[in-house]
């Protein structure tokens, strides 16, 4: 058990941090105890690093922090001695088995975390610095999805201290309605739908709050769908899945609400146009070079065209979140995709 220690991070400098809470908590009630170590390791808002090891029902409400069991910790780079630092008043160090990110957004799923634990050498659970970095990107990852045959959405890329005129000529050659995004953002923080030209301006200042560089997008007919992957040569794929919006579009608040949304899954598509979305998942995820595990994020036009959405290299991670129930539906309970995915992550 000494040497099958997990790291589990969550938290973070991310304005998803609250929802990494809700995922690290599932994730860590789920990992085999008879045959790994778990151990919680929390990013504060600020940055700070914790070991926590007080009851897990501390993360969803924030209280984990003010524990007395947090002591400070680090990740070592140092190839020679790999693992967690401890800084309390006897200074340890715990060797890692291997890494399991559980950080959603910036600064955990964007490759930054994944990169310190590759320097280190540390096993990582789900994709690497780079897949993370470009499932992250949307510009990038809808070029390279197209490249293997997965168009994507039109659009055009904006960097900060653009000329204002430039963006409103683009956004009306696009065409009405349409959506302004961060390229580099998750939950669809920064997004906004823009159905006429005096919503732009402010829809451009909002995106432009999250990242130094905005996308342009048409607002695609039909609906949206998404597969999750796992696997690292053998890909295995869960049932695809529908989001039905009855308003609106699928915000922070209809993601993790469904206030107005329902999910559908398996998706109320045919069997052969689900293969398809299959199909173009596995591309997809093939092109940025993931491992592990990822969803990927679709639409479905209503003549039948499957467009490339997005890539979540860390999707939520509950029971009962999108991920976990697409997987669940071809007979893959959580605790068991769990342990499966710290499987793939130690793989050479």
């Known amino acids: 058990m000494n040497d099958k220690n997990i790291a589990v991070f969550f938290g973070g400098c991310s304005t998803e941090h609250e ?28 940055g700070e690093w914790r070991l926590f090891s007080g009851s897990l029902d501390q993360l969803t409400d924030g209280s984990w922090e003010r524990d007395p069991s947090c002591v400070p910790c680090l990740l070592s780079p140092d190839r020679t001695c790999p693992g967690l630092l401890l800084l309390g008043p006897e200074p340890r160090r ?10 959603h957004g910036k600064n955990g799923e964007d490759g930054t975390i994944q990169g310190l634990l590759e320097l280190s050498g540390i096993p990582v659970v789900g994709c690497g610095t780079l897949a993370s970095a470009l499932g992250m990107d949307k510009d990038r990852a809808h070029r390279l999805a197209a490249l293997a045959g997965v168009p994507a959405p039109k659009g055009t890329v904006f960097r900060h201290g653009c000329d204002p005129v430039e963006i409103e000529r683009a956004a ?33 200042s909002e995106a432009f709050s999250h990242d130094s560089e905005i996308l342009l997008e048409e607002a695609v007919p039909g609906f949206e769908i998404g597969c999750a992957v796992i696997g690292n040569e053998t890909l295995i794929t869960g049932r695809v899945d529908k989001i039905e919006l009855s308003q609106g579009f699928f915000n922070f608040e209809e993601k993790y609400t469904l206030k107005t949304s329902k999910i559908h899954c398996p998706a109320r598509i045919s069997p052969e146009k689900e293969e398809e979305a299959a199909r173009a998942a596995k591309k997809v995820y093939r092109a940025l070079g993931c491992r592990g595990f990822a969803r990927v994020d679709l639409f479905l036009t209503p003549d039948g065209r499957i467009l490339f959405n997005e890539v979540n290299t860390i999707p939520g991670f ?4 999108r991920f976990p129930t697409m997987m669940k539906a071809i007979g893959i309970p959580f605790d068991r995709l769990v342990n499966r995915l710290i499987e793939l992550g130690v793989e050479a």
């Open 19 to 46: 929802v990494s809470l809700q995922s690290a908590q599932a994730v860590l009630n789920a990992i085999d105890q008879n045959r790994y170590r778990p151990l919680a390791v929390g990013i504060t808002k600020k």
């Open 94 to 103: 715990i060797p890692l088995f291997a890494g399991f990110p559980v950080l």
């Open 172 to 204: 009306h050659a696009i065409g009405w309605p349409l959506f302004i995004k961060p390229v580099r953002s998750g939950s669809s923080f920064g997004v906004s739908r823009v159905t006429k030209p005096e919503q732009l301006a402010s829809a451009v």
């Open 318 to 321: 509950t029971s009962h979140s």
